[in-house]
């Protein structure tokens, strides 16, 4: 059984930093392709980042060069630092494990204040 947790969420001003951690367990990863996902208030769930089983990387465009995503694969743990932040980031934020099938967390808290 699969089992994702995130954390690392919280409050934080406009222009600060925040790095949100995944932790898997249930198995090994280093096959899955992994990714960061969240959702607003009122809107739909959305890409962040994601990170492939061989390590490439792809971002949304409204957080290219400020988010950054990577992976411990001995410690089966993934991260996105989370620099210049804005008010429009706030939102829950999700892990998401690709192995044939979707893994997803339980979502946590991100507020920017302006």
């Known amino acids: 059984q699969v089992q994702l947790v995130e954390s690392g969420g919280g409050l934080v001003q406009a222009g600060g930093s925040l790095t949100l951690s995944c932790a898997a367990s249930?198995?090994?990863?280093?096959?899955?392709?992994r990714g960061w996902h969240r959702q607003a208030p009122g809107k739909e769930r959305e890409f962040v980042a994601a990170?492939?089983?061989?390590?490439?990387?792809a971002y949304a465009d409204s957080v290219k060069g400020r988010f950054a995503i990577s992976r411990d694969n001995a410690k089966s743990t993934m991260y996105l630092q989370m620099n210049s932040l804005k008010p429009e980031d706030t939102a829950i934020y999700y892990c998401?494990?690709?192995?044939?099938?979707?893994?997803w967390g339980q979502g946590t808290q991100v507020t920017v204040s302006s």
């Open positions: 990170i492939s089983r061989s390590g490439g990387t």
């Open positions: 998401n494990f690709r192995y044939g099938a979707d893994y």
């Open positions: 249930g198995r090994t990863f280093r096959s899955f392709d």
